[in-house]
């Protein structure tokens, strides 16, 4: 590893647990009185790629795109309804926003009627009391919606939310386009041309770029998110001022990784080995090389990032022993490990998976299930993976069991006591299958 100032370590997992959005775009109204919006779709398909992406949202994505029901009211009400208490739920919304007379805010279906509101488009209060309801712990509603009958030059009208959202105990958070009265804009209209409208534009720009995690921790928080996209309207001319609020928040909700990774500068090395560099033995000063040498492994990355630079200065600069021992070290870090000796598997026994004895299955409830074929019953259930089982496969002598999970690891387990026997770590997104070898 070079002398660095600063480096870049694979962004920490995304928090355990199950992550569904559903994202929703209404570009084109069969009334002649909305006009249609160049935005929505595009925006939709953008934000919707990012939060699926695996190295990033890590959810699963549900896309309605000009749906004639009030905006896939029956999409929002079966996805809500369907969710877990330990899931996070995003619900995106970019459509036309309109008042009615008593100042309801409805969002605008392909098929609403402007002078119908309540009974062709979806109300505002009517969305809440679906959020309520929804068992999911952390819900973030985004909302980039126009008045049309405000709608000049491009412009897209916002409601003012403050006060029609209480939350639940797990946290909601609501981040809007602009505040009550003005206006968010797609832009200037070009003929032809899709432009994404400025706000989600800076939520797609924080999260395809990274550039959202300023405090460099490898991690988007909603805040962030907010954070980045109200800069870059500022950047890019806007006028408009999104509007954020939390309610009964429980620590940070967290939306998506920072797929450029975690940024991160050398730490400050334990004194006792600074004091012993500082050694006029270079015995001492050996010692000292051995102790840099272990931290090269430390789970933390500043520390061993610190413990290179300083055994290539030494490398560099110190007496020839301690030199010969430096380099040593930093050679056998650059050297892959000795391959080790294959493991000699027992002939198969019968009554094993082998003759269709046994099934394994994976679940969404972060656990794997071991059945006997014969009775159907459970053999063993095995619980410890922190995201949802994604693949399971028996060894080819049926004692051994692997499972591959969203929480980036892989599992091998004894099927005859349903126990661990090892927890495999180092990859940095999903897991998304196991084999073993033939032998």
Request: net charge negative; hydrophobic share 40%; aromatic share 6%.
């Amino acid at each position: 590893m070079p002398m660095v100032s600063a480096g870049t370590v694979p962004a920490p997992e995304l928090p355990p647990g199950p992550r569904s959005a559903l994202v929703i775009g209404t570009a084109v109204y069969d009334d002649p009185a909305l006009a249609r919006l160049r935005s929505p779709a595009r925006d939709a398909a953008e934000l919707a790629g990012l939060l699926a992406d695996p190295q990033i949202g890590g959810f699963h994505v549900t896309q309605v795109i000009d749906e004639r029901e009030r905006p896939g009211q029956r999409a929002v009400a079966a996805f809500l309804r369907e969710r877990d208490p330990g899931e996070l739920v995003v619900v995106y919304l970019s459509c036309h926003g309109l008042l009615d007379a008593r100042g309801r805010l409805y969002f605008a279906g392909k098929d609403t009627d402007k002078q119908l509101l309540a009974a062709s488009a979806m109300e505002s209060r009517w969305l809440l009391e679906r959020l309520d309801e929804c068992p999911a712990g952390q819900q973030v509603l985004i909302l980039d919606c126009c008045f049309s009958g405000a709608f000049t030059g491009g412009g897209k009208g916002h409601i003012d939310l403050e006060t029609k959202f209480t939350g639940p105990a797990g946290g909601r958070a609501v981040l809007t386009a602009s505040r009550a009265g003005e206006y968010s804009f797609e832009g200037k209209s070009l003929t032809g041309q899709e432009i994404t409208s400025v706000f989600t534009a800076g939520l797609i720009d924080g999260l395809a770029t990274g550039a959202a995690d300023t405090d460099h921790d490898g991690r988007i928080s909603i805040d962030d998110a907010y954070h980045h996209a109200a800069g870059y309207i500022r950047r890019h001319g806007g006028v408009q001022t999104p509007q954020r609020w939390l309610y009964a928040g429980e620590g940070t909700i967290i939306l998506a990784r920072n797929r450029a990774g975690m940024i991160i500068t050398p730490a400050a090395l334990p004194e006792h080995i600074t004091t012993s560099l500082d050694s006029p033995s270079p015995h001492v000063r050996i010692g000292a090389v051995n102790a840099l040498a272990e931290l090269l492994a430390s789970s933390d990355p500043a520390l061993a990032l610190a413990a290179g630079n300083k055994l290539h200065a030494i490398a560099e600069t110190d007496s020839p022993v301690v030199v010969a021992r430096a380099r040593q070290h930093l050679a056998a870090i650059q050297q892959p490990a000795a391959p080790r000796e294959r493991q000699r598997i027992a002939p198969h026994q019968p009554g094993q998976s082998r003759t269709g004895s046994l099934l394994a299955t994976a679940s969404r409830d972060q656990t794997a299930r071991i059945w006997d074929t014969a009775t159907g019953t459970t053999r063993a259930t095995l619980t410890g993976h922190n995201g949802e089982v994604l693949g399971v496969a028996f060894s080819p002598d049926g004692t051994q069991l692997a499972t591959a999970s969203t929480d980036g690891t892989a599992r091998i387990w004894d099927t005859t006591t349903g126990t661990p026997r090892a927890t495999l770590t180092g990859h940095n997104g999903y897991v998304y299958g196991v084999a073993f070898s033939p032998d």
